[in-house]
């Protein structure tokens, strides 16, 4: 039971363009949110979250939005930078307990 | 500040059996958390340890089992292993049990099982 989707195995963006990566979740009790980067070789990184009681987080360059009703949330890197191009793993749960992760999205920023 | 360090890095292991993974948390955290990460998938919780006792667990069988020391490292074990255990397995560090969503992960352990 995958409870937290990344339909897009990949994206690929221009430098200095908008990157938008998407995830989709089932279980309504979710109530905090994540996304992390993982470079090859590296363990994920925390990137930013977003807790159910917001819509919008921002930090720096990268804003999530999260839309409860259609269980939905993304993240916005604006502008790309070559240096973001890795894998982003959605996250999500409820109080707290075991987080689910998504397959992940691999962005390729070319310069 | 040292991080998240795993070992060993790789590992390659015959059906049938058993592997112990180590894991170090990073300096002042007490929470360690392991997942296992398939090829092209996310990590799948595979449970936490918190005061040297398994806190939650994910859908996991009991061949996986685990212990955390007094100095809140932690080891994960895998017993009569399977070719489909072949994964990178990942560690992660939090302070309390409550903090878990900032997790900080290690590099990971490459297991390959033939």
């Known amino acids: 039971d995958q409870q937290v989707k990344q339909n897009s195995p990949s994206l690929s963006v221009q430098e200095g363009r908008i990157s938008i990566l998407n995830c989709d979740y089932t279980n309504s009790m979710f109530d905090y949110f994540l996304w992390y980067k993982k470079y090859p070789a590296e363990g994920p990184t925390f990137l930013i979250s977003i807790s159910s009681i917001k819509d919008k987080n921002e930090d720096g360059r990268f804003t999530v939005f999260l839309n409860k009703s259609a269980k939905h949330l993304s993240l916005h890197i604006v502008p790309s930078q070559p240096g973001d191009s890795a894998v982003y793993f959605c996250a999500a749960s409820a109080n707290f307990n075991k987080f689910y992760f998504g397959s992940g999205t691999k962005l390729n920023v070319k310069p | 500040d040292a991080g998240v360090t795993q070992s060993p890095t790789h590992l390659i292991k015959t059906r049938g059996q058993q592997v112990t993974l180590r894991c170090s948390p990073k300096s002042g955290h007490d929470t360690v958390s392991w997942y296992q990460q398939a090829l092209g998938q996310g990590p799948q919780f595979i449970f936490q340890y918190y005061e040297e006792e398994e806190r939650q667990r994910g859908n996991f069988p009991d061949r996986f089992s685990g212990h955390q020391f007094p100095n809140y490292s932690s080891e994960l074990n895998v017993n009569a292993l399977l070719l489909g255990d072949s994964a990178l397995y990942l560690c992660?560090?939090?302070?309390?049990?409550?903090?878990?969503?900032?997790?900080?992960f290690g590099p990971g352990t490459r297991l390959t099982v033939t």
């Open positions: 992660a560090s939090s302070l309390g049990a409550s903090g878990t969503y900032e997790q900080y």
